[in-house]
């Protein structure tokens, strides 16, 4: 059993005494601030970030994985106790788990969106570490063309899957592949789009992106809609749930785990979409389903298996193909790149104690989750209750100094300031930052692999369709646009969007 | 003019991506095109560029037939003051040191909020700021003064 031995591989790594530390700071941390209202994982992520950068590569990877599990699940617990989900994912989870908060179960909530992202976890991590080696073996036959018409299904897929226009998805993706090409290029040393400034000759810090768009832009954007919250006096009740409560569990999280960890694997799905199916597919199937939207527990325990599940499945394409499927992974991608790591199917025979050493610790990070996050739930309803005004300039403080730290320079500060500028115009546009931070990530390798395809295909552009692996992905890039495009279907896509 | 558009969000994220584009093509003609075989490093961004302003022009043209949701008000005041709290902790920094960027972020950027009164911000401002000093500095080492040159005398 090979898998054994790569798991045990990964577990030696993951159990060394400094990995398990870092481990449960990230969980911690990804939780206390992702529990704050209005900060999902990618700002959480992207706040954090640089203080992994002086870890080494395990350690880092590890740190970073942790804080987005724990990001994850303390965005559940804003979503359960003030009705405020800090991210799209657990958007879901609000609509009953808030209702049973108000009727005093929300420990029950809380107990359950635990259990059920733990089991969930379990799941995907084995599924994970199944299929991650063949995926990876595929993915060392690909030549450039493959590459290339794999970022394109991967960019089309997450702009069909975006909700909001189609047109400024696509748009907001071509901005960020642009964004992504400013400072030298790599073949002939010249220098782009830098306006001579020696600041952005090694391009822009994925991070100084990141924290503006989704930092800055979102509290600029929050502070329009500054009202007092209602903190209900929080009594968060009993903890466990009893025989029957598990009872009308267990299904949900077995059909939510297994949606999440589906979708979790296309591109542009990720945690959102797996939440979203996962609830209404409950809803449809459940006996209990009069009951969805007052406080029914299958409601928290379906969507949270799914997108504890998509959010560990999603690991498989960044791990396997150097991809990201949403723009967790593309951070993910961009703290990797910072380490010295080359992210692809490379990663998984060369540095193997990495690639297992993460995969284990993403199984011990769950176990962090539920051992550390109930007892400490009055904690977390503390940090909660900490008044959006006072919380935003703290926010701003770590922002700052951490983009200011990447380099040393204030630079990216000002610039940081100017994506702040950016990303509040497009929320104010309804164009979302999410597909152009994508873009930004894919633009430098996307541009590295067409050149490398057109190169050995002596400029025959005709390569990507007669290489049988690359024209399949770009007819399903195709088909999945023309299906957007069909009126018809285009109506229905709304109508799941709105649901 | 307003009125003949119907679609306020079309109109304006496609005179964004028309703009970026052209620039992006405009631009490029300084750098070498290359041929697609050999491609230079004008070839893909001017590509994309031209993408990009195509796709503005057909968002701007399709603002003028479909109606949607008009562009809710910008908040002009919190934009300035956060932008303007950012820039001047850039601007503080190194010469005036972590302790005295943090209180100014904080307080400037707190005054956006309808909510500020000075006594309570700067009871927050002093607490992030030893807070600050204390991670960054004390406890993860990074290069940064707590009190610049100039408040040294």
């Known amino acids: ?499 | 003019m307003s009125s003949l558009i119907r679609n306020q969000k079309d109109f304006w994220s496609g005179i964004i991506f028309l703009v970026v584009g052209l620039a992006a093509v405009i631009i490029g003609r300084e750098y070498t095109m290359g041929t697609a075989g050999r491609m230079g490093p004008a070839y893909f961004p001017t590509i994309l560029g031209w993408l990009l302003a195509l796709l503005g022009m057909i968002s701007i043209v399709r603002s003028l037939f479909r109606p949607g949701e008009p562009i809710s008000r910008f908040a002009i005041k919190d934009i300035v003051m956060i932008m303007s709290a950012v820039i001047l902790f850039g601007l503080l920094i190194r010469g005036a040191g972590l302790f005295v960027a943090v209180i100014t972020l904080v307080m400037l950027s707190g005054f956006a909020s309808t909510k500020f009164k000075v006594l309570p911000f700067l009871a927050v401002a002093i607490g992030l700021a030893i807070f600050a000093v204390l991670v960054f500095v004390t406890g993860l080492g990074l290069p940064m003064p707590i009190v610049g040159p100039w408040l040294r005398f």
């Open chain 1, 1 to 499: 059993m090979e898998i054994l031995q790569n798991l045990a591989l990964g577990f030696d790594t993951a159990l060394s005494l400094t990995n398990l530390f870092y481990c449960l700071i990230g969980v911690f941390l990804g939780t206390a601030i992702g529990v704050l209202p209005g900060l999902g994982p990618v700002a959480t992520i992207a706040m954090l970030l640089p203080a992994t950068f002086t870890l080494p590569p395990v350690s880092s990877l590890i740190m970073l994985s942790g804080i987005y599990y724990g990001a994850q699940y303390g965005g559940s617990t804003t979503a359960i106790l003030v009705n405020l989900p800090g991210e799209s994912s657990s958007v879901v989870t609000a609509l009953d788990g808030y209702q049973m908060a108000r009727q005093g179960r929300a420990g029950k909530a809380l107990a359950t969106a635990a259990l059920a992202s733990f089991f969930a976890g379990t799941v995907a991590t084995f599924l994970l570490a199944l299929f991650a080696p063949p995926l990876a073996d595929l993915a060392l036959k690909f030549g450039p063309a493959e590459y290339f018409s794999l970022m394109v299904l991967g960019l089309v897929a997450s702009v069909v899957l975006a909700h909001g226009s189609l047109l400024r998805a696509v748009g907001m993706i071509i901005l960020g592949l642009l964004l992504g090409l400013v400072g030298t290029d790599v073949n002939s040393g010249t220098p782009r789009y830098t306006f001579d400034l020696p600041q952005l000759a090694d391009g822009i810090n994925f991070v100084v992106v990141a924290m503006g768009m989704f930092g800055l832009g979102e509290i600029i954007a929050n502070l329009e809609h500054e009202e007092s919250r209602s903190l209900l006096a929080m009594k968060v009740g009993t903890l466990m749930p009893d025989k029957e409560d598990l009872k009308r569990i267990v299904a949900p999280i077995l059909r939510g785990t297994a949606l999440g960890s589906l979708l979790g694997i296309l591109p542009g799905g990720g945690a959102m979409l797996a939440s979203f199916s996962a609830y209404s597919v409950e809803k449809k199937v459940s006996k209990n389903s009069a009951n969805f939207g007052k406080g029914a527990i299958e409601g928290v325990a379906a969507p949270e298996a799914a997108n504890n599940a998509g959010a560990q499945t999603s690991f498989i394409p960044m791990l396997t193909l150097g991809i990201p499927s949403n723009p967790v992974m593309a951070l993910m991608i961009g703290a990797m790149i910072i380490q010295g790591i080359q992210p692809g199917p490379a990663v998984m025979t060369e540095q193997p104690a990495l690639f297992w050493g993460i995969i284990a610790s993403m199984w011990i990070g769950n176990f962090f989750l539920i051992v550390l996050n109930l007892p400490m739930i009055g904690l977390w309803v503390r940090m909660i209750m900490v008044p959006y005004h006072f919380l935003y300039p703290g926010i701003l403080v770590f922002c700052a100094i951490g983009v200011f730290s990447l380099s040393n320079s204030e630079f990216d500060v000002y610039l940081m300031a100017l994506f702040g500028l950016f990303g509040y115009i497009c929320t104010k546009l309804s164009a979302e930052p999410a597909p152009m931070l994508l873009g930004f990530i894919i633009g430098p390798m996307m541009e590295e692999y067409l050149r490398r395809a057109l190169l050995l295909s002596r400029s025959d552009p005709m390569v990507f369709l007669q290489r049988p692996i690359s024209a399949t992905m770009l007819i399903l890039s195709a088909i999945a646009m023309a299906v957007v495009l069909l009126p018809a279907l285009r109506k229905k896509r709304e109508e799941a969007f709105v649901e």
